[in-house]
């Protein structure tokens, strides 16, 4: 049965004192792809809520939401489910305390990397609206 559904993503861009922007790369279905942390709204779930959720998940670090950065303002259908349209929704986010260290959760699927925010274009991520994002950021210098 095919159903039209949409998938609701949420997803934090925190940027460190060296100014430096926290990606992961991941192997989703087989592919590796480079994003910004965050992932899926569950039912029942607040988007804020979600992307803290989402944060201590892959980063085990709490996060506060700084201000919201850009909406999916186009289609975009999934890249693994056909019947999907993509809304994604990222907000600046900052730790919620001093310390803030991804790195002692790298699994073989999944790695966290800081690029310089001078360095940040559509050409570090993978998926189309964190390719659009990216380009934004670049602007945000």
């Known amino acids: 049965m095919n159903i039209n559904r949409f998938n609701i993503r949420v997803y934090g861009i925190l940027i460190n004192e060296q100014n430096q922007v926290l990606v992961s790369d991941e192997i989703i279905k087989g592919h590796h792809i480079t994003k910004f942390p965050g992932g899926g709204l569950e039912f029942g779930e607040g988007i804020v809520d979600c992307l803290k959720r989402e944060f201590m998940e892959e980063t085990d670090n709490e996060i506060e939401i700084s201000t919201h950065f850009y909406t999916t303002d186009f289609f975009q259908q999934s890249a693994y489910n056909p019947n999907h349209q993509i809304i994604s929704i990222y907000y600046m986010v900052k730790p919620?305390?001093?310390?803030?260290?991804?790195?002692?959760?790298?699994?073989?699927?999944?790695?966290?990397?800081?690029?310089?925010?001078?360095?940040?274009?559509?050409?570090?991520?993978?998926?189309?609206?964190?390719?659009?994002?990216?380009?934004?950021?670049?602007?945000?210098?």
């Open 96 to 141: 919620k305390h001093d310390f803030f260290t991804p790195s002692n959760t790298t699994t073989e699927e999944q790695s966290f990397r800081w690029i310089e925010l001078q360095n940040i274009s559509a050409n570090n991520f993978t998926l189309p609206i964190d390719k659009v994002v990216g380009n934004l950021l670049s602007k945000y210098k």
